[in-house]
């Protein structure tokens, strides 16, 4: 069962990432970039950000401290976005700074759910670690996201991959769902609302979802910073239906 009320996970962001927590981000920062997770993460961003031909708008959801910056090719203009104060104020000095190749970056503080972004376009909008995580994807913001991208533009994100998470007791609660009582399972399937996706809930979530074609991949984290696996998605919008990310 899918959240889809964001206001109080975007209460909880704001509580978690204060200046304290922030900071210790930043230290993570440094391990981070030399971690097998940034390994993964990071070339997919520089792969679909080379593939486009000419200069390029970026959106990314939930920016944090900018760790992603300065992986960013041919892009002419940045716009992060994040709940966060304290997270953008690091971003004001992203990772690896002296690398970041992008002449115009603009930081706003709000949420997504809530930001006006008025008539901007993007040809690229990503998002790692922030929805399907600390906030629900419901498909409002899928169509806001679709609608902030140019034709021919993708939006690159993860999710948690919930089934990396269940534990013995759940996969067995699980396999008797379907012979248990009707009040049983209601409450059964209030304690399992989540933000996180199995993998069928997020190709059912894309299908039914305004993107005009994705493809779907999963990556588990090397435990170094975060335990679990991610969904990865990339949804397409228009003309470069024939663009593949994922081997
Ligand atoms: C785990 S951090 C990921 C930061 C960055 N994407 C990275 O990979 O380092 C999650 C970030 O999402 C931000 N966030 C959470 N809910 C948000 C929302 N509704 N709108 C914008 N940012 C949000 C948090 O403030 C935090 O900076």
Redesign the pocket.
Known sequence: MLNTN?RE??AK??Q??DDTY?EE?REF?YK?VVSPDYAH?APVVKKITKSFTDPIKVL??????G??FHVLENTEELTG????ES?LNMAKEPVRSSDVKVPIINLIQ??????DFGTEKFDFIF????LG???PLPQDLCHKIYNLLNDGGCFYFTVVDIDDRKNVKRKIAEAAYPFLPARIKQVLDKRWESNYFTKAELIEHMKVGPFDAFEVSNYKADNSGWTGAHHECIGYKGNNLTKRFFE
């Open positions: 964001y996970f975007d962001a704001i978690l990432y922030s981000y920062d981070y993460f990314e959801i939930g920016c944090g401290t760790r992603y976005i994040d709940i966060s997270m709000g949420s997504v759910f809530e930001h998002s790692i670690g922030v995580e600390h906030t």
